[in-house]
């Protein structure tokens, strides 16, 4: 069964530095994977996605992600981190043949000022 | 795109009621899913509901505490039978859309959050 693992339910980072939220996949074919931002209290919002273009996607707000093949990854990143940035974040695959969308258990990124 | 519309927005409701829930999408859409996000939790996906056919659902979620309906292309219910507190959770409706490049991509609704006292 495809699936996502999101491997820290929590991530603190101090606000300029680096952000690395994980996210692996298992998957028999070339999978659809998307990052969600949700904020306190909002809705969800569509980060990015990789849909077997460019191996390395940029998003919004300074985010991208690289899909690794051989490490079977599409880790989150963002060069510097700002106060706006805490949120919930979600891995999501789009699973081959059903076509459903499951989400990872949710990263915590908490930025410290 | 799509742009998703639910009611109602929030409810509050007694123990042993139902509620129905509806999502109306601006546009026709072959796949439409129903998850329920409970407090400080992921999305849990509960079904998939085709139009002219019956709704898959995911293990642990059963027809007859969440019967949907799919009567068309842009509407579906979802109704939450037999309420208990447990039930108390976010739910949204979303919508599988093919878009330019031949890669899809999924629409949220704003959510209906239900509290179950």
């Known amino acids: 069964a495809q699936s996502v693992t999101q491997l820290d339910s929590h991530v603190s980072v101090s606000e300029g530095t680096p952000v690395l939220l994980r996210c692996n996949y298992s998957?028999?074919?070339?999978?659809?994977l998307f990052w969600y931002v949700q904020h306190p209290n909002k809705g969800l919002q569509l980060l990015l996605k990789?849909?077997?273009?460019?191996?390395l996607v940029k998003g919004i707000n300074g985010f991208e992600a690289e899909f690794k093949k051989s490490e079977t990854s599409f880790h989150l990143t963002k060069p510097s981190a700002h106060m706006s940035d805490a949120a919930e974040y979600f891995c999501?695959?789009?699973?081959?043949?059903?076509?459903?969308?499951?989400f990872g258990t949710g990263t915590r990124l908490k930025v410290l000022a | 795109s799509a742009v998703i519309s639910q009611k109602p927005s929030r409810d509050i409701c007694q123990r042993g009621t139902s509620l129905t829930i509806q999502c109306q999408v601006d546009?026709?859409?072959?796949?439409m899913f129903w998850y329920r996000q409970q407090p400080g939790q992921s999305l849990t996906l509960i079904a998939t509901?085709?139009?002219?056919?019956?709704?898959?659902?995911e293990s642990g979620f059963v027809i007859d505490k969440f019967p949907i309906s799919r009567p068309n292309l842009t509407f579906s219910t979802l109704t939450v039978s037999n309420m208990s507190p447990e039930d108390s959770s976010i739910y949204l409706c979303?919508?599988?859309?093919?878009?330019?490049?031949?890669?899809?991509?999924?629409?949220f609704g704003p959510g209906t959050r239900l509290t179950v006292l």
């Open positions: 979303s919508v599988d859309v093919g878009l330019a490049g031949r890669y899809n991509e999924q629409f």
């Open positions: 998957s028999s074919y070339s999978p659809s």
């Open positions: 990789y849909t077997s273009a460019a191996t």
């Open positions: 999501v695959v789009r699973t081959s043949g059903t076509y459903k969308y499951i």
């Open positions: 546009s026709q859409v072959t796949m």
């Open positions: 509901a085709n139009q002219g056919s019956e709704a898959t659902y």
